[in-house]
Structure formats: structure tokens, C-alpha cells
């Protein structure tokens, strides 16, 4: 898509950020000149080369090597404007709606370094390119990501904009907004057969979390983030992932804590472990530039094991305000965060990655069959 010739010397932005000459491309069909602006004022120019539109949303990194597909189709990621710092992407194509995490991709902009415009995979069905047109989702390609990251990790995650020749957006930071209402399900639904009944407090969930917990024989009922389950006939609760800021969710909050009243088991997965966290009285803050890729390595308390997890969180649990009657079960081996909570004598259960691992590692399956044990 992007034809190199000669290149030319780097020019540089205001801030100092080295970005390519406007000369060192020749433009193939379907691409325009687009640029990335940052909250900070830098800009990073490169081209579009899919849905030609400017949007605005928050700027976060995700540092996997492959899994792309499922990614931008995480509801966590609503909100984002997505960088990848794994240079080469679009290589397997993409697969049929049935491998998503959701019904579309959540995010509301893509910054890559190339797009790979030759795949081949057995179960892939279109181009990365096509689908993000067809869902009129804009890609920024030809970025020096890893900068960008290295920025992002200097500087935090910031309010960033991709913005077509010509047309620009005012910032907006999308964490002020309700994510959750807007990704969660309006109604309640049901899948599996299985003789036990769980809730799922759908806030945003992966498809592949309702998939693990029918697996293992268990009918799921499937709520919105919002509704009031706590009379609900079901052995135990799950409460999903989803995006933005977890003290927006006054309502979810409200109803764990009835639902930690009756002692039902209760298992929380990413933005559940934090609602866990507010719900039992502890309070949650913003990481610097959060945990987005597969390789996160998490120490399980009292032992010396590691596993590798898959993460989507830019919010954490405040450790030092967490009730005595709780404890810290794992934690990040890189920067000592909590990475998952859970009651000392009531069934109650949280960490703060995925699982379910699509896409990532399988290190931490387990965890689901230790909450059915709980059922």
C-alpha cells in the first residue's frame, strides 16, 4: 500500500520527535496524508488507509505481537484510539464474526507501523484494511509506534485525535464518559444447558468469557451492567471486563455490594476486580499508561509462581485502602501493582487480567474451574 523510494532526512516536530519527510512517500490508491495530534502538541504524520474520518479518543498502546482481530473487537477499548507497537499487522487477514470478542470493533481509531496488504490465513475472510472500512473505523499507518510508545510511556496516555488532511476535531477525553452503559446489553439473555445458573454482569464482556463458563457445563445469564440480579436464582456471579473509569459504575457498585451481603460466590475479571474493589470499600486510580498486551507477568501472593497473562486496564485497585477482611492474590511482576483481590473468608474472588486468554496465554484457565468449585 505504501510505496518507499529514497529517504530523505528525518524532519522533526515541535517537540523534537523525529517524523518522516512528506516526500519519502509515493501515495497508492485509497490513501491521503493523515496525522496523529496529541494532547501535548506533537504530531505524528503518516496516511490513512481506511476509512478516510477524524476522531478523537484516548491514546493507549497494546504491546501484543499477534491477536489483533481479537483486540479491537475487546469492548475494553471503547473509547481508544489503539497503537500497536508490534511493527507488522493485517498479516492472517481476518477471520468470521464468530472468533470476535463482540459484534464490532470497539475502538475508534488504529495507529500502525505497516500494513501488511498481502494475508493468509485458512479461517481468514477479508483484509485488516477492508474490515476497518467497512466499519468506518480510520487507520493511521506509516508511524514510528515504538516512539510514540516511548512518548506515551514518558509522558502517560493522553487525549490524542487522528485527524485527515484538512478536517480536525476538538479533544474530548472519553474516560468523562458513561463507556460501560454505552457497551453493555439492554436486555437479559441466556446461553448454555447446564443444571447451574451463574450470572454475568455484562459491563462489556468478551465473548470468550461466557464461552469459558459454558464450557464447563454452566448456564449463563447474561445482564446488563445496571440490573438489579441480587434476587435472581443463580449459584454464583461474574462480573466482566469493560472500558473507562470503574466509578462511573454507581449502579454495578450498588448491587455487588448486596450481592457480597448474601455471600454468593462472586468472580471479577479486569474491570470487575476493580468494582470488586470499590465495592468492598477500597477505592481504584489511573496507571500511567495502564497494561494492554499478553505478556504481563503476575506473581500469585504467598508463592514464588509467575504467570503470563493477557491485559486490557488503564485503572487499578489502591492497595493501602483495601478492607482488612481483604487481600492482594496476585500482582504485577513489573511494577508491584495489584493484579487481583479476594476475600479471606467469603467466596469472593477478582484479578485484574483475562483468563479466558483470547488472545494471550493459558496460564491462568484455572481460575474459572476454581470458581465453579465456589458454586
Known amino acids: 500500500m505504501v510505496i518507499r523510494r529514497h ?153 490524542g485525535a487522528i485527524e485527515q488532511d484538512g478536517i480536525s476535531v476538538t479533544l474530548h477525553n472519553p474516560n468523562e464518559e458513561h463507556l460501560v452503559a454505552a457497551v453493555s446489553p439492554k436486555k437479559v439473555t441466556t446461553v448454555g444447558r447446564g443444571n447451574t445458573r451463574v450470572i454475568l454482569v455484562d459491563c462489556g464482556a468478551k465473548e470468550h468469557i461466557a464461552r469459558a463458563l459454558v464450557a464447563r457445563g454452566l448456564t449463563v445469564v447474561r445482564v446488563p451492567f445496571d440490573y438489579d440480579y441480587t434476587r435472581m436464582h443463580a449459584a454464583g456471579v461474574v462480573v466482566s471486563n469493560g472500558p473507562g473509569d470503574p466509578a462511573q459504575c454507581a449502579a454495578t457498585i450498588a448491587i455487588l455490594k448486596k450481592n457480597l451481603a448474601r455471600r454468593r460466590p462472586v468472580f471479577g475479571i479486569c474491570l470487575g476486580s476493580q468494582l470488586m474493589g470499590l465495592a468492598a470499600g477500597g477505592a481504584t486510580y489511573k496507571l500511567p499508561y495502564g497494561h494492554r498486551g499478553q505478556n504481563q507477568p503476575c506473581v500469585q501472593s504467598g508463592t514464588r509462581r509467575c504467570v503470563l497473562t493477557s491485559q486490557n486496564h488503564g485503572y487499578a485497585v489502591r492497595e493501602k485502602i483495601l478492607p482488612r477482611d481483604w487481600r492482594v492474590s496476585f500482582r504485577n511482576a513489573n511494577d508491584g501493582t495489584v493484579e487481583g483481590i479476594a476475600h479471606r473468608t467469603s467466596p469472593f474472588f477478582s484479578v485484574q487480567f483475562h483468563p479466558e486468554a483470547h488472545p494471550g496465554p493459558n496460564d491462568t484457565n484455572y481460575l474459572f474451574d476454581e470458581f465453579v468449585k465456589l458454586l
Open 7 to 159: 529517504i530523505p532526512p528525518a524532519v522533526r516536530s515541535s517537540q523534537g520527535t523525529a517524523i518522516p519527510s512528506q516526500g519519502e512517500f509515493f501515495l497508492s490508491p485509497g490513501t491521503t496524508r493523515a496525522c496523529l495530534r496529541l494532547a501535548d502538541g506533537s504530531m505524528w504524520h503518516g496516511l490513512s488507509c481506511a476509512a478516510h474520518a477524524s476522531v478523537c479518543g484516548e491514546v493507549v498502546f497494546n504491546t501484543g505481537m499477534m491477536g489483533y482481530v481479537e483486540t479491537l473487537t475487546d469492548p475494553s477499548y471503547a473509547g481508544q484510539v489503539l497503537v500497536f507497537t508490534y511493527p507488522l499487522i493485517g498479516n492472517y487477514g481476518v477471520p468470521a464474526r464468530g472468533a470476535w470478542e463482540s459484534n464490532k470493533i470497539q475502538v475508534r481509531g488504529v495507529v500502525i507501523t505497516h500494513l501488511s496488504s498481502a494475508w493468509s490465513h485458512w479461517q481468514g475472510k477479508q483484509s485488516f484494511s477492508a474490515w476497518l472500512a467497512s466499519q468506518r473505523i480510520p487507520c493511521l499507518t506509516a508511524i514510528d509506534t515504538r516512539a510514540l510508545t516511548l512518548r506515551l510511556r514518558a509522558h502517560g496516555v493522553m487525549v
